[in-house]
């Protein structure tokens, strides 16, 4: 029976995805800039079995709830159409990190999936098309394909919205020290979330001012300027959770420790140390830093009442394909 394991990395959005512009096939409101997380992953094997009714998702050791199970077999329904089959396929995925890290797994897990499939079935693409496909199981999980320091293109149609590697991980080891700062689960999901973006009056703002910080972004880490980085890296949060604080309804995804955090990361900078935060879709502060001061800012962080967990990311690899025998890597 046809079958192949892939592993993929989740990421960090430096410059943020937030809203579509065609949902049908997940066309983002704007481009958006990546740092792909080694250290963290998912590991998925597809097996294409005869005789079976429908697909069968096992997620961490037991079978995946409905709707995470329904995302899945509509994404293979893409891979299935390309290839021409017709089977179904027992997927098992597993990720190394706990759900409670607040780290989305929809990146890694949908760059491992279509990676997996696609090659199960025997079609040979090159990561851009694989960037294509994956985007629409989930937009950031265009981004994981590849390793390093990664751009997602807005584009204009369906093949022009695609993720490349700008620098390999070896360019700038940056530090991102993962904090967890409140383990409930979160309310809306960014699936629900991107469509509620243009209902707030600010979406507009964000987009128009995108591309600008996107290139600045570029440049800061063409030159390795932290402080530059920092800087837009912050705002671009700021303005995407201010997107999401004025959707109707509103979503609030800061929980006190996160604004307490980013306060102390503000007066830690402000005292020369590399340090700055970004938000994804959720509570946990991810927390930047350069490898010089990177000792210094875990002793902070785990000195804080505000973390209640810590993990480290760094530059990592693309989402490749591996021996279903191999033992997981521990970490
Ligand atoms: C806030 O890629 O998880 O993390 O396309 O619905 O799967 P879907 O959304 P997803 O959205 C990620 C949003 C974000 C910012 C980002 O990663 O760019």
């Known amino acids: 029976m046809p079958s192949a394991t892939a592993i993929a990395h989740p990421n960090i959005a430096l410059i943020k995805y ?99 499939a696609a090659s199960a079935l025997g079609l040979d693409l090159p990561p851009k098309e694989l960037s294509v496909l994956a985007r629409k199981g989930s937009g950031s999980a265009a981004r994981s394909i590849f390793g390093g320091f990664v751009i997602w293109h807005n584009g204009a149609d369906d093949e022009s919205s695609f993720s490349e590697q700008l620098w390999p991980p070896e360019h700038w080891p940056l530090v991102d020290w993962i904090a967890v700062v409140d383990r409930s689960p979160k309310v809306t999901g960014s699936l629900d979330g991107h469509r509620l973006a ?78 700055c935060a970004t938000l994804d879709a959720g509570s946990t502060v991810h927390c930047l830093t350069t490898t010089e001061h990177e000792t210094q800012v875990e002793a902070l962080l785990r000195g804080s009442d505000e973390v209640r967990e810590l993990y480290r990311g760094i530059p990592g690899p693309a989402a490749r394909l591996v021996a279903s025998a191999d033992p997981a890597p521990a970490e």
């Open 18 to 116: 937030w809203g579509v512009r065609d949902r049908a096939i997940n066309l983002p409101a704007s481009g958006s800039l990546s740092m792909t997380l080694g250290g963290l992953e998912t590991r998925t094997t597809v097996r294409f079995q005869d005789g079976l009714s429908g697909d069968i998702f096992e997620l961490g050791g037991r079978l995946a709830d409905k709707s995470s199970a329904a995302r899945t077999s509509t994404h293979l329904d893409r891979i299935r159409a390309l290839a021409e089959s017709q089977s179904f396929a027992h997927i098992v995925s597993d990720n190394n990190f706990p759900a409670s890290a607040g780290i989305a797994s929809s990146a890694s897990g949908f760059a491992a999936l279509t990676l997996a």
């Open 198 to 275: 243009e209902t707030s009056p600010l979406q507009a703002a964000r987009i128009a001012s995108a591309a600008d910080r996107l290139a600045e972004c570029r440049h800061a880490l063409a030159e390795r300027d932290f402080q530059r980085l920092a800087e837009v890296v912050e705002l671009d949060s700021n303005m995407m959770h201010a997107v999401m604080m004025t959707s109707t309804p509103p979503l609030l995804y800061w929980a006190p420790g996160s604004i307490s955090l980013m306060k102390k990361i503000a007066a830690w900078r402000n005292s020369g140390i590399d340090v």
